[in-house]
């Protein structure tokens, strides 16, 4: 079992998340899993991810793949993130042209 460092992020998402992220594609699910690995590891600010871009002062979001994207928000000061949708681009929670 690998011994967690103390500077890793606290990645979190809900049960909503969850159930869109079951209804993707495998590929995407594996995906959507590396990126939340990534996000532990390294934090929120993930720039070798497909569209990564910032969407306000701690919100982000990056595509899995051309269809299905992945938006996560962090609080200052906090070793948290919490992935507040994955799901289809069409339905993301920010306007189109970001």
Same mark, same amino acid.
């Given at each position: 079992?690998?011994?967690?460092?103390?500077?890793?992020?606290?990645?979190?998402?809900?049960? &909503?998340?969850? &159930?869109?992220?079951?209804?993707?594609?495998?590929?995407?699910?594996?995906?959507?899993?590396?990126?939340? /690995?990534?996000?532990?590891?390294?934090?929120?600010?993930?720039?070798?991810?497909?569209?990564?871009?910032?969407?306000? /002062?701690?919100?982000?979001?990056?595509?899995?793949?051309?269809?299905?994207?992945?938006?996560?928000?962090?609080?200052?000061?906090?070793?948290?993130? /919490?992935?507040?949708?994955?799901?289809?681009?069409?339905?993301?929670?920010?306007?189109?042209?970001?």
């Amino acid at each position: 079992m690998a011994r967690q460092r103390r500077n890793d992020w606290r990645v979190f998402f809900r049960k &909503k998340v969850e &159930k869109s992220v079951t209804g993707m594609p495998r590929r995407e699910q594996v995906l959507f899993a590396n990126l939340v /690995e990534d996000l532990q590891r390294k934090g929120p600010i993930r720039k070798e991810w497909r569209s990564f871009s910032k969407l306000s /002062e701690n919100e982000y979001h990056c595509h899995l793949s051309y269809s299905w994207v992945a938006c996560w928000r962090v609080e200052k000061q906090v070793l948290e993130i /919490e992935v507040y949708y994955a799901g289809s681009r069409e339905n993301a929670p920010y306007q189109a042209g970001r």
